[in-house]
């Protein structure tokens, strides 16, 4: 059963069931009614009423503290604490001193569903509409100073939690703003970049097909000279396009490293990574392949590990089939990434890149957390001899 991320509302089933659960674990200090109406004495239409009042009370504290955080109308919100604390006056003044302890509860559903400009005032006016009704109640007061901390303590904490899950809310909207923004400036800036490549080219190639067509019926020998302008010039801006597109590929350690700490930072995970590269006179493909394994780990742990703490290590062995350079990505979460499903795609896919260049990838569970460790030969591996295999 996965968990609920502070701040997020339950999806599935068994999310509503962890929150309800959390929540229900504070109706325990309903024990003093559920107890006077079991052994206080009271006739038996006074119990069925007070077990009616009490299953209606739970109930509407209970959709109270679920609307935690979202943007409801505050007049209705309102109404319904006035509500849960009118009823909770009623079935004090019936029933007696037990239920005083209703107010508890109303206080800490103001703050836990009201705005923080008016919890801090309701939470005061329950507070004090239990104090006066202490002195109403046969013996009342003398629960009264075991019910006023709680009930301030929990209104007022409440409010905090409150504000603390709309910042949250807020703080993750914004990440999604800024990662969105991100992928438009990439774009642009690959849009600007193939601009640049292509545009002289394909005016060039503009300006001499018009030349080669005027020329044409007249000067053939001058059009096809345009015409074999043309083709060279296409053939240049062809390997510039691919270039360009390989460089755009080809990642660097130094590069992701550097992203790896700014994405992990973002998400609240404490980075452990080194200062450099240390990449040295790795091929390129090696330590492409090492970026692209560098990246998979760091958005897995962004993604579905839920850790607080990432290690990343960079260290060279020398092994009988010679150096390698191996990167290793630890967490302390819950088993990034995400069980099978990350197993079977990315990892599978990292796992035939480094094989490509004679790399091997190991990825599983360790005692607290995930860890991959991905591992790349520091000399160039060499091409098969002619002949010698298949392409």
Known sequence: MSGIGFGQRPQTVGQRAVKVLWTAIWLVFLG???TDLLHGGHPTGARVLGWLGLAVFVTWYMLLIFRTGRGDRTALVLGSVAVLAAQSAVLSLTLGREWLVLFVYVAIASGAAL????SRWTVPAACAVMAALAFAVPDGVDLLWGLLPP??????????VRELIRTTIALREARATVAHLAANEERLRLARDLHDLLGHSLSVITLKSELAGRMLPGHPEEAARQVADIEQVSRQALVDVREAVTGYRRLRLAGEL????????????????????????VPEEAESALAWALREAVTNVVRHSGARR???GLVRWQTLQGPVLELSVEDNGSGSPGASHALGNGLRGLGERLGAVGGTLEAGPVRHGFRLVARVPVERVADPAPGGGAA
């Open 32 to 34: 003093a009614p559920v």
């Open 115 to 118: 705005p923080t400009r008016l």
């Open 151 to 160: 009930a301030l303590l929990g209104g007022f904490a409440m409010t905090g």
């Open 258 to 281: 550097a992203g790896a700490r700014l994405a992990l930072r973002a998400a609240g995970v404490v980075p452990d990574l080194p200062d450099e590269a240390g990449a040295g006179d």
């Open 310 to 312: 990432c290690t990343v």
